[in-house]
């Protein structure tokens, strides 16, 4: 019996740890136009999320640093175009909000839902 309990306390434990998040909605939206892009961000550990979203034809990649209340990231085109953002979030609910600057200067509001 306990040689069982042992190895589902193992099993339980290990698929807990293999369990991800689904990916949270990030919603840009342009200051100048209102044009709205919307992207995935998947919160890969605790300190960081990995975040993709295309703006006019252009992916932009990379990962938010989580520090502080907040989550910056320097977000990579792939035309070598780069989009800054800067998060207020909130790690309890897995939201936030903020804003994004591209080269332009194209500027964006930003919300993060789960």
Do not use: W
């Not at 309990?5 to 099993?11: D, F, K, P, S």
């Amino acid at each position: 019996m306990t040689r069982t309990a042992m190895l589902l306390c193992v099993l339980a434990s290990t698929l807990i740890g293999c369990a991800a998040s689904p990916p949270a909605r990030l919603l840009l939206l342009n200051r100048a136009t209102g044009s709205q892009y919307v992207g995935t961000v998947v919160q890969k550990r605790e300190e960081s999320m990995m975040v993709s979203v295309e703006i006019d034809g252009v992916l932009f990649a990379g990962k938010f640093d989580l520090s502080n209340g907040n989550a910056m990231a320097t977000l990579v085109g792939s035309g070598s175009d780069l989009l800054h953002c800067v998060l207020h979030f909130d790690p309890r609910t897995r939201t936030g909000s903020g804003e994004c600057m591209q080269a332009g200067p194209r500027r964006f509001d930003v919300t993060l839902s789960d």
